[in-house]
């Protein structure tokens, strides 16, 4: 049996009754012990070191983050304003044209599913798929119903 508080738990074992105080009856849980596991970011990737400080990375993978959803917002802002006339919409197709061959004449290369998965695997993928998954099979059985002891008996 445990009290209303839950600092205090009891114990029956073999007629007796212990009590074993858990901790130091502390009000708070400490920062590092919080998981935030309601929260994306903290089944994806560590946010806190060893000692509860935010790691450097995060910091800069949530600036980016910020970055990305602001463009995108932007994108759609212009898309929205731009979607009633047919000029407006060859200006917003020029515009992400000229932006897109600025970014490849800087070299900035967009990586594939595919590249990402080789660099952490260590390895290129395969051209040709060896190992084929095995044909699907029926597991419905013969169809007949199994007798009973008695009815086999019964014949």
Not at 2 to 28: A, F, H, P
Not at 122 to 145: A, F, M, N, Q, Y
Request: net charge positive; charged share 30%.
């Amino acid at each position: 049996m445990g009290s209303s508080t839950g600092n205090i738990v009891c114990v029956q074992k073999k007629g007796g009754t212990r009590e074993k105080i858990m901790g130091d009856l502390k009000k708070e849980i400490p920062n590092p012990l919080i998981l935030k596991r309601w929260t994306k970011e903290a089944t994806r990737k560590p946010i806190f070191g060893d000692h509860g400080i935010l790691l450097e990375h995060y910091v800069k993978e949530k600036n980016k983050a910020q970055l990305i959803t602001n463009a995108w917002g932007g994108f759609l802002e212009v898309l929205h304003y731009a979607k009633a006339n047919e000029e407006d919409l060859n200006m917003v197709v020029e515009g992400y044209k000229t932006l897109k061959k600025k970014l490849t004449i800087l070299g900035r290369k967009v990586f594939s599913k595919s590249k990402d998965l080789e660099s952490f695997v260590g390895c290129d993928l395969p051209k040709e798929v060896e190992i084929h998954p095995p044909k699907p099979s029926t597991t419905k059985g013969s169809g007949k119903r199994i007798k009973g002891g008695k009815e086999e008996a019964m014949e």
